[in-house]
């Protein structure tokens, strides 16, 4: 049987995984970008969220890019989350990235409609 680790973020839920397999699994996701921005219901978190819900999830290699962020992301985002230099630095990397997902979220909205 696998051992779970437990990440603790911020706002005081926990992240949970499975370390043998490689798999984390998550209830709210986007690990680095909720303890950049502190919470889970930042309006950037959700975002990105929708993102992979949406978008990355529907394709094998999305799958896997998430398979490979749920594996190494968790130390990395308790590193930001302890670090307020660190914090403002993954802020500033994830606003453009943030910009363009909103942007074809918000693309794919008009093209439904």
Same mark, same amino acid.
């Given at each position: 049987m ?15 995984g /499975? ?7 998550t ?9 950049a921005?502190g919470?889970h ?6 975002i ?5 819900d949406?978008?990355l ?6 799958? /896997?890019?998430i398979?490979f962020?749920y594996?190494f ?17 993954v ?8 910009l363009?997902v ?6 794919k909205a008009?093209v439904?409609?």
């Amino acid at each position: 049987m696998p051992r779970y680790r437990r990440y603790k973020n911020k706002s005081g839920g926990y992240w949970r995984g /499975r370390s043998r397999s490689g798999k984390y699994y998550t209830k709210r996701g986007c690990f680095i970008a909720t303890a950049a921005y502190g919470s889970h219901d930042d309006e950037s978190v959700k975002i990105l969220r929708k993102f992979r819900d949406e978008k990355l999830l529907s394709s094998f290699i999305g799958r /896997r890019i998430i398979a490979f962020y749920y594996r190494f992301s968790p130390p990395f985002a308790n590193i930001v989350n302890s670090n307020k230099i660190l914090k403002y630095s993954v802020r500033f990397f994830l606003k453009p990235i943030v910009l363009m997902v909103r942007h074809s979220l918000e693309m794919k909205a008009k093209v439904e409609n």
